[in-house]
């Protein structure tokens, strides 16, 4: 029977981007992880520049990983100590199946 898994998702801004890499790398999966650039979208003007705040858009890096369902508590302890007031923004989804074909 195969262990549930989990996807992780966050939006990461994009000074982090090299710490959240050496962070997943810790608990790399079989399937690794994917990360690519985006924009994001929000209401509240914290931390934004000028030109975002006038663009209505920041800079940000999504990063997804499927991990094991015993992993899950030791991936999110770690991301909120390490990270703790980052403003990273995750959730998490249970995997229905994954594959490669």
């Known amino acids: 029977m195969k262990t549930a898994e989990y996807l ?3 939006n990461v801004p994009t000074e982090l981007e090299e710490p959240i890499v050496d962070c997943l790398l810790t608990f790399e999966s079989e399937h690794g992880f994917s990360s690519f650039p985006l924009f994001s979208h929000d209401h509240r003007n914290e931390g934004l520049s000028l030109a ?7 800079k940000k890096i999504r990063f997804q990983v499927t991990i094991p369902e015993s992993d899950l508590p030791l991936l ?6 390490d990270f703790a007031n980052s403003g990273i923004h995750y959730w998490v989804l249970p995997v229905m199946e994954s594959g490669y074909v």
């Open 8 to 10: 992780v998702t966050m």
């Open 52 to 58: 975002e705040q006038v663009t209505g858009r920041q």
């Open 76 to 81: 999110l302890a770690k991301l909120k100590e």
